[in-house]
């Protein structure tokens, strides 16, 4: 369902109401980070640009080309996979902290600023930077938020909590051994923390869902 009629947004009023009583999981993508800029008015790179950027940091020339060939096939998380499996683990964390919590941090957008105004109990990311939740720690209103992950233990008592919540379903960039970046690492998470994906089918089945489009 789309939300605008022209260049002016609709709400329909059922999602007004979920919204208002915080019922509401609002589920932030690349499409929201890629709002954003640095002090020189760059953006995060997309995701075949940040895999590509990846792969010039690979050593093996051989693993490189294959990786490059998947890229150009759309084949991104085997793209990846082969980018995981042929750098330095430490070549791979500098990677991440360069492109996603760089020196010169990329801004949060007037979209991060009104899901923030949306109040809503639960923010779903599968971002791994922290764009959004170093908007929300500012002064007094950090005391109202959580960042949750999905090897975090205490999910449903936080849930259960007042506290609003930020959950990273694929990680974050201050962890980079634990981000979901490959098909092996998501089937990792899902067989290593059964729990957390419960728990996010049980937040979506008893949640009501409609699908809305924000403009692009």
Known sequence: MKLYEGDRYKWPDSLVTEIAERRCIIVLGAGASATSKNSRGQRPKKWDEFILAGIRKMNDAEAQEQARLLCEKGLFLDAAQILKDHIDPGDFDQFIQHELNPQDA???????????????????????????????????????????????????????????????????????????????????????????????????????????????
């Open 106 to 216: 990329y801004i949060a957008s007037d979209l991060h600023k009104y899901i923030h105004e949306l109040d809503s109990k639960i923010i779903l990311t599968t971002n791994y930077d922290k764009i959004y939740e170093n908007y929300c720690f500012q002064g007094e209103a950090q005391a109202s938020f959580n960042i949750l992950y999905y090897y975090s233990s205490n999910v449903l008592s936080e849930i259960r909590s007042k506290k609003r919540l930020i959950i990273k379903a694929h990680g974050c960039v201050s962890d980079s051994e634990k981000i979901v970046l490959t098909r092996k690492s998501y089937f990792d998470a899902k067989n290593d923390y059964p729990s957390f994906y419960k728990i996010l089918d049980s937040l979506f089945l008893v949640t009501q869902l409609s699908q809305h489009e924000i403009g692009r």
